[in-house]
């Protein structure tokens, strides 16, 4: 869909106002479109909904595009990582006129009299053109899943690695495992209490190995006064034998062979696909120099600690470093500028503060052949809905 020039130019126009009340809309967005459409919230993950972490990602999202509306091909990048998420939780192209039409009822609610008809029919035009860029997308997405909706899955091993966090491995009943790539995630789908709303949640995969199953991890989410529902359901009431529900494969965080020393960061459960790329590595014969860094919280708390031990054994040039916080170790921009070739690819996986305060550090140092990938938990604050 091709936006007018009046349109484009009036979207423009409201830069100024998302900047100031964006927030504000997509909250009365989101609130609106729930309670009209309490379907939905089988889709929507309703912790980022409680912590405002959506909101602020759609907020991001609607400015970003008013920012590029002259070049929405400059945001494709973004779109393919929130595609990604759109295709794993099962988001259809008919969910997009139901999210238009509160949008702009959004903007009409909070802008009141601002929000003249000649401002809402160019953001109607505007959205038709964004959401016909994530369609795109994704229509090609669920071509190539390598299974359909959500598919049944028996756990056929949960074991503790690390204090809080749990490897599943589960089997399918029904479909066939693809190859999995390094730094993928899977989607499950669980229902924590009866008559409840169905809950979904992304968790990066393993290991590249299937043979013995997919295997997962999952850590119990309990910081800062928050009770993960999915994550303590799945520690406490999961078990071997149990069935759950995953969607296919997906993702756009993904090892790549190359030719530049490799450095593999992460901190807590952010290890979980930076394991399986260490694994992907060493399995395609990948001689490039590895700097491997991890933060723990403490040893009890360092997952997978001999499998990636054991691993970088087998590298033939491997260093690795492990900070533990409660030592008072810290991974500092000293540390980083020291330690990691200016030519690296960077892998890089977290919480969304480690994230933000890592590749914070590697864009200051300006190092034009520095390649920094990244892997955040939640939505992606640049641009995500």
Aim: net charge negative; charged share 20%.
């Amino acid at each position: 869909m091709m936006l007018s020039e009046a349109s484009r130019e009036i979207v423009k126009a409201t830069v100024p106002v998302l900047e100031a009340h964006g927030t504000e809309i997509t909250r009365v967005f989101y609130r609106n479109m729930f309670a009209d459409h309490p379907e939905l919230l089988d889709i929507f993950n309703q912790a980022n909904q409680s912590q405002g972490r959506q909101q602020t990602a759609l907020a991001a999202t609607v400015l970003a595009a008013a920012k590029h509306i002259d070049r929405l091909e400059d945001l494709l990048p973004e779109v393919v990582h929130i595609a990604h998420k759109h295709r794993a939780l099962q988001v259809k192209p008919e969910h997009y006129p139901i999210v238009g039409e509160y949008l702009l009822g959004a903007i009409k609610e909070v802008l009141g009299e601002a929000a003249t008809p000649e401002i809402l029919a160019a953001w109607g035009e505007a959205y038709g053109a964004i959401a016909g860029v994530f369609t795109g997308v994704e229509k090609e997405m669920y071509q190539q899943a390598a299974w359909p909706d959500f598919a049944e899955f028996t756990v056929t091993g949960k074991r503790q690695t690390g204090s809080d966090i749990v490897e599943f491995t589960v089997s399918p009943l029904a479909v066939k495992l693809p190859e999995i790539q390094a730094g993928q995630y899977i989607t499950v789908q669980v229902r924590p209490q009866p008559g409840a709303h169905l809950a979904l949640r992304h968790y990066s995969i393993c290991s590249t190995d299937t043979a013995g199953g997919l295997k997962f991890a999952v850590k119990r989410d309990n910081g800062n006064g928050h009770c993960g529902v999915v994550s303590n359901y799945l520690h406490d009431r999961i078990a071997v034998g149990d069935v759950l529900k995953l969607s296919a494969p997906a993702g756009d965080f993904l090892w790549q062979n190359g030719q530049n020393p490799v450095v593999f960061l992460s901190a807590g459960v952010g290890i979980t696909p930076i394991l399986a790329m260490l694994q992907a590595q060493l399995a395609a014969d990948d001689a490039r120099e590895i700097i491997w860094v991890h933060a723990a919280a403490d040893e009890a708390a360092q997952a997978f600690k001999e499998e990636s031990a054991a691993l970088l054994d087998q590298a033939r040039h491997a260093v690795s470093h492990v900070f533990y916080s409660r030592k008072g170790e810290r991974i500092t921009q000293e540390w980083l500028k020291e330690n990691t070739p200016e030519n690296a690819t960077v892998y890089l996986c977290g919480s969304m503060a480690f994230m933000d305060s890592m590749a914070g550090i590697f864009e200051s140092f300006a190092r034009p052949q520095q390649t920094v990938c990244f892997e955040p938990f939640g939505p992606k604050m640049s641009v995500a809905v």
